[in-house]
């Protein structure tokens, strides 16, 4: 599973994305279900925002949560105490689980950042019973991430760099409407249903928000830890003005719009 998301620290990934990923993780549950006894697979678990939100509302009976990179597992695995859950290195392209194994296999925010989404779906829906339910999670990056939106319409107006870069995140099939419905039908599943959820991407100032850009993780960190001194600081200088809109520098709630698709395996 080739990844475009830039993973490098795990602290570095609580501060920019794991926050808001706590949030989403309960509303996306309520729409991809889990029942007690289960055996679930989670696709992508990063630092374990939905991990260890199943482990606090589900009696499942076991759960294997994997990650492509080394250094989100480890962080995951250090805050584990669940007997019931593994978790473990994996490639979502290529799941190393017999057949009709698990009941639900689930993956939030995760399939915008793998090369290959069809192929992690079709994985999912392999590894899965007939019967069960394949969900995943993924951003509206092109119309409902009003952050995500602010940092590439102001880098790409300073870079020409950036819009090739704004392109990628914002652009992919896969996060458009109707871009997990396509894939989950595309692979077979039934009964296939997408909806928005909505959270709030809340900051205490602007450091709260540019701080963590400055960190070099995920594509946004990434791009800003490649600029040189004067580049960046143009960045932020550029950036906090979008930030506060001709107010004072203070709190901020931001929109975050993420799409959520289930589909059950057929056969049953």
């Given at each position: 599973m080739p990844s475009m998301f830039n993973a490098r620290d795990a602290d570095s990934y609580e501060h920019m994305m794991g926050r808001w990923s706590?949030?989403?993780?309960?509303?996306?549950?309520?729409?991809?279900?889990?029942a007690a006894g289960?055996?679930?697979?989670?696709v992508g678990c990063g630092t374990g925002s939905l991990t260890f939100t199943l482990a606090r509302t589900v009696a499942f009976a076991e759960l294997t949560a994997i990650d492509y990179a080394d250094v989100y597992v480890a962080a995951a695995r250090a805050k584990n105490r669940d007997p019931r859950i593994r978790i473990e290195h994996g490639d979502a392209a290529v799941l190393r689980f017999p057949d009709a194994h698990f009941d639900r296999a689930l993956s939030l925010l995760v399939l915008h950042f793998v090369s290959e989404p069809a192929?992690?779906?079709?994985?999912?829906?392999?590894?899965t019973r007939?019967?069960?339910v394949v969900a995943a999670a993924v951003w509206d990056a092109g119309g409902g991430m009003t952050a995500l939106r602010m940092f590439w319409d102001t880098a790409a107006m300073l870079d020409a760099a950036a819009v090739d870069q704004r392109g990628r995140a914002m652009s992919k099939a896969v996060v458009a409407p109707g871009g997990l419905a396509r894939l989950f039908s595309a692979a077979g599943l039934a009964d296939v249903d997408e909806r928005s959820l909505l959270v709030r991407m809340e900051h205490a100032d602007f450091a709260d928000y540019w701080g963590?850009?400055?960190?070099?993780?995920?594509?946004?960190?990434?791009?800003v830890a490649g600029l040189g001194e004067t580049e960046r600081a143009r960045l932020e200088r550029h950036l906090r003005a979008a930030y506060l809109a001709g107010?004072?520098?203070?709190p901020r709630s931001f929109a975050a719009v993420a799409w959520s698709c289930r589909g059950v395996v057929p056969g049953s």
């Open positions: 706590r949030r989403l993780a309960p509303l996306f549950l309520e729409h991809a279900g889990a289960e055996r679930l697979l989670e192929g992690a779906v079709a994985e999912m829906r392999r590894v007939p019967g069960g963590p850009l400055l960190r070099g993780e995920g594509p946004m960190g990434s791009y107010a004072p520098d203070g």
